[in-house]
């Protein structure tokens, strides 16, 4: 393995995306937390243990590539036969969402009231923390002033022109 390789092992989607080339190269068969331990040691680093093999597992079926199934009472996983959907809403889309809702409603700008803009845009889950980001993005932009700093509590003013605020 070269040193490029394993920057990429230590990086954790590195590692995944491996992961995922190694599984597509076995043949087609259920494959359990214990069989990637086994990848694990076989090929990338001996000291990954289950907890990072099932949260890897996990991961890839999250984002579509592998299908959740059950083998003798076990949660196995196997290759999705169909590409996995890509959302059809970018992060440029979902910014432009918060600008216009920021530009026609009035008031503060929390984590939570920009995760319901997003939500209502994207049509899935948003995490607090995507929302967040999109918020102190703006901020950087100069299209939103911070106005509290409090650990686990901060808000948004807007500074655009032409706001309701």
Sequence with gaps: MTATELRQVMDVTGRRDYLLTL??????????????????????HSTLGRNAARRDLRDLAHRGHLIHTTVDGRRAYRL?????????????????????????EAGEWTPGRA?????????????RSVARDRLERLHREGLLELRSERPGHCYYAPTMEGTAA
């Design 23 to 44: 599984i597509k190269q076995i043949p087609r068969h259920p494959l359990t937390t214990s069989d990637v331990c086994s990848l694990y040691r076989n090929h990338l």
């Design 80 to 104: 999705n036969p169909k590409p996995p959907n890509r959302h059809p809403v970018s992060s440029q889309e979902s910014l432009r969402a918060l600008r216009q809702a920021i530009a026609t």
């Design 115 to 127: 995760r319901v803009v997003l939500r209502r845009a994207t049509g899935t889950h948003i995490y």
